[in-house]
T-cell receptor, first 114, second 113 residues
Framework: NAGVTQTPKFQVLKTGQSMTLQCAQD?????MSWYRQDPGMGLRLIHY???????DQGEVPNGYNVSRSTTEDFPLRLLSAAPSQTSVYFC?????????????FGPGTRLTVL | AQKITQTQPGMFVQEKEAVTLDCTYD???????LFWYKQPSSGEMIFLIY??????QNATEGRYSLNFQKARKSANLVISASQLGDSAMYFC??????????FGTGTSLTVIP
């Protein structure tokens, strides 16, 4: 199993540009999520999904869209990038959304918005 | 309200010694899970250990153990026999039944040869 994969690894955008961060998992996990990591702030939940066709907002959803058309894929879209979205983005997945389920993380995407 | 608190921004430990990384949490849920992750300088998040709120025994995984004190709402990570490769950021996290997963701000551990 490849686990959780993310592309790209690095990305530089100009303010106002749009882009999609890709995330895929091959573990047949129902729960997938996106986090951003900023210095001194830990990881904050952006959006999550408990299955194909179902998504919901996390702590910091503004400026981001998600969709979940398949179990495997959970892309994160930035519609109009802003410098405040400069961060490291992690995708994660778990078998289900029970409190006992461990989340496994992808390698991260480092995004810089100029 | 902050759910996970890690009060030690940085810690140092001598190689082969044990070290305790502190974590306190705040929740009104009776059911929850507590997790520790390691983030080396390469950036990936590595799962270390899990403790459920109903587990009566402290969790252990190799050199990692979790000192779970439910009444005090603390879930401290103990690393025994520290190795140079243990130098990293360590994050405490909590999962509640409401689909939320909360992280602390992390503790930077440096192992000194």
């Amino acid at each position: 199993n490849a686990g959780v994969t993310q592309t790209p690894k690095f990305q530089v955008l100009k303010t106002g540009q749009s882009m999609t961060l890709q995330c895929a998992q091959d573990m047949n996990h129902e729960y997938m999520s996106w986090y951003r990591q900023d210095p001194g702030m830990g990881l904050r939940l952006i959006h999550y999904s408990v299955g194909a066709g179902i998504t919901d907002q996390g702590e910091v959803p503004n400026g981001y869209n998600v969709s979940r058309s398949t179990t495997e894929d959970f892309p994160l879209r930035l519609l109009s990038a802003a410098p405040s979205q400069t961060s490291v983005y992690f995708c994660a997945s778990s078998l289900k959304w029970r409190f006992t389920d461990t989340q496994y993380f992808g390698p991260g995407t480092r995004l810089t918005v100029l | 309200a902050q759910k996970i608190t890690q009060t030690q921004p940085g810690m140092f430990v001598q190689e082969k010694e044990a070290v305790t990384l502190d974590c306190t949490y705040d929740t009104s849920d009776q059911s929850y899970g507590l997790f520790w992750y390691k983030q080396p300088s390469s950036g990936e998040m590595i799962f270390l250990i899990y403790q459920g709120s109903y587990d009566e025994q402290n969790a252990t995984e190799g050199r990692y153990s979790l000192n779970f004190q439910k009444a005090r709402k603390s879930a401290n990570l103990v690393i025994s026999a520290s190795q140079l490769g243990d130098s990293a950021m360590y994050f405490c996290a909590m999962r509640t039944p409401g689909n939320q997963f909360y992280f602390g701000t992390g503790t930077s551990l440096t192992v000194i040869p």
